[in-house]
């Protein structure tokens, strides 16, 4: 048995050419074969099966609504131009280097040559073009508000693509890590394919079965220009919502990695005393939020949104239900992340007298009452929801929670006038996790002052020094916190549990900065 833990680090942005080979790259972005299994050589005729808790739903990269979900399912089937590493950093992907013209508004992506999508078309400028246009395209793409600072995508020529935006873009290479930025086929955007249910991409797995709901199948797709993206033959991604089943099927040895969720603790202390069973715990850096329309009705005055944050039991709610995993919060950049912001920290203690009082200052409502969406079936947000019900209903605030699937979850969210108990999004950089969290309105649907935005807006200028980006961060840190833009809870450790024939765990990217697992450097020894 081995617990591991992951070590915050500072963050790296990309903001001048960077030009790696293609070894460079493929080695960078996987890491060592030995990764945290106990010996032995990695088997490439493996099958790899994981398990995560929730199942793949749309499986079209641009109709997107939970990122986090849709990642790991998508990830292994198509490629990006960059793509975000362990650190955390941004490496080349597809797009060989980049180069920022000198006033930050557009960059040139140099596209590898060597790259091709799983029918054998090049994966040129033309395709580039073709696929960002639609990612960024609102009656396309349902994540076009991701890519919403991208104004055009120009081919160069054929192995050269221009963006530009409508701001500095110092987060620009961080934003087409993502897979709202996936590179799709242009074969299959012309020929009308449903990307829902079809996948068209050039990335190291070709989905051979997809069951919607349930589970996706892939093999390794031959020829691809990085090998160690696919060590094994066989991937297989299951969807187990069910704490308790997730569990068991790794116990059964029906998975070789699950994702284990803060609260599962005292069940998987008994499997790790056995040697053959492994846990890896990732830095904090995604919070349970309850997520907020500062436009409602009764919550645009922000006493109001501090009050309902006065009357949340963290401590409670982390002792009772997340065994101590989950670290109460009061602002959106975790601590040890570059820009948490030190003043804020501990704003939010537990005092319904004061919320009680804030609300009376406000002239809040009597009959005040929340609309709060949780996504049906996912533990421990279904008992959060009822422990925030009772801890509001408190200081006289009512909670109505709505189950809802997981594809419509943050979708219904966007329309206005709901509430949202979910794991906020973070990504390689915090100025990217505040813009996409709090300045995209299908997960914030009233605008933000413009402070904040200001804020945030000036941390995205190539241009800014180092030392100011920093403070920018951290004043839109104070700033969400003080006009409580959320109803803070806690900060989660992302916790993967694995049998010891599992490599490449503890250094894989995402995980460590946003709690997705990127499965496609993981491999299995004989």
Not at 428 to 450: E, G
Not at 492 to 507: E, M, N
Request: overall charge negative; aromatic content about 6%; glycine content about 8%.
């Amino acid at each position: 048995m081995k617990i591991s833990s992951g070590v915050s680090s500072g963050i790296k942005m990309l903001v001048m050419a960077v030009t790696v080979a293609a070894v460079a790259s493929a080695c960078g972005g996987g890491g060592s074969t030995a990764g945290a299994a106990s010996g032995g050589e990695v088997d490439r005729n493996a099958t790899l099966k994981m398990a995560w808790t929730l199942a793949p739903n749309n499986l079209d990269p641009h109709q997107s609504s939970n990122y986090q979900v849709d990642f790991s399912y998508l990830a292994p089937v198509y490629d990006r131009l960059t793509q975000a590493v362990s650190g955390p950093a941004i490496e080349p992907m597809l797009a060989e280097s980049w180069q920022f013209s000198p006033d930050g508004l557009s960059a040139d992506f140099v596209l590898r040559t060597d790259a091709k999508f799983h029918d054998g078309t090049p994966v040129d400028a033309a395709a580039v073009v073709k696929s960002l246009d639609r990612a960024r395209d609102p009656q396309r793409a349902r994540s076009a508000g991701s890519l919403a600072v991208i104004t055009s995508v120009q081919a160069v020529n054929d192995n050269t693509v221009r963006i530009t935006t409508s701001r500095p873009a110092a987060d620009l290479p961080a934003i087409l890590s993502t897979t709202t930025a996936a590179i799709v086929n242009p074969v299959a955007i012309d020929g009308g394919v449903d990307l829902s249910v079809e996948t068209a991409g050039s990335g190291p797995y070709v989905a051979e079965q997809i069951r919607r709901g349930d589970r996706i199948i892939y093999k390794r797709f031959d020829g691809y220009w990085d090998p160690e993206a696919q060590k094994a033959a066989n991937l297989e991604i299951i969807g187990i919502s069910d704490d308790n089943a997730r569990l068991n099927a790794f116990r059964s040895g029906q998975i070789d990695v699950m994702l284990a969720k803060a609260g599962q603790t005292d069940e998987l202390q008994t499997l790790l005393r056995q040697p053959q069973y492994q846990m890896h715990t990732f830095p904090v850096s995604q919070y349970y939020a309850v997520q907020l329309d500062i436009g409602q009705q009764g919550l645009t005055d922000p006493r109001v949104r501090q009050a309902l944050n006065y009357a949340i039991d963290r401590d409670s709610i982390n002792s009772a239900l997340l065994k101590d995993q989950c670290q109460p919060i009061s602002q959106p950049i975790a601590d040890g992340v570059n820009g948490h912001n030190s003043d804020v920290d501990g704003k939010y203690t537990y005092d319904p007298n004061k919320a009680r009082q804030l609300l009376k200052e406000a002239n809040a409502p009597a009959d005040l009452k929340l609309r709060l969406i949780t996504v049906s079936g996912l533990s421990p947000q279904q008992e959060m929801a009822t422990a925030i019900q009772a801890q509001l209903a408190d200081v006289g605030v009512g909670l109505d929670i709505m189950p809802l699937p997981a594809a419509d979850a943050q979708t219904t969210m966007g329309e206005g006038s709901y509430s949202l108990l979910n794991p906020r999004l973070t990504y390689p950089t915090p100025a990217q996790s505040l813009q996409t969290n709090y300045l995209v309105p299908l997960r914030f649907p009233t605008a933000p002052s413009q402070e904040f935005t200001d804020a945030v807006n000036r941390s995205l200028d190539p241009n800014t020094p180092d030392a100011d980006r920093t403070q920018l961060y951290s004043e839109a840190s104070g700033i969400a916190s003080e006009n409580a833009y959320d109803m803070f809870i806690c900060g989660i450790p992302t916790q993967a549990a694995y049998t010891d024939k599992v490599v490449g765990i503890d250094t894989i990217g995402q995980a460590d900065f946003s709690g997705i697992l990127d499965t496609r450097y993981l491999g299995k020894t004989s």
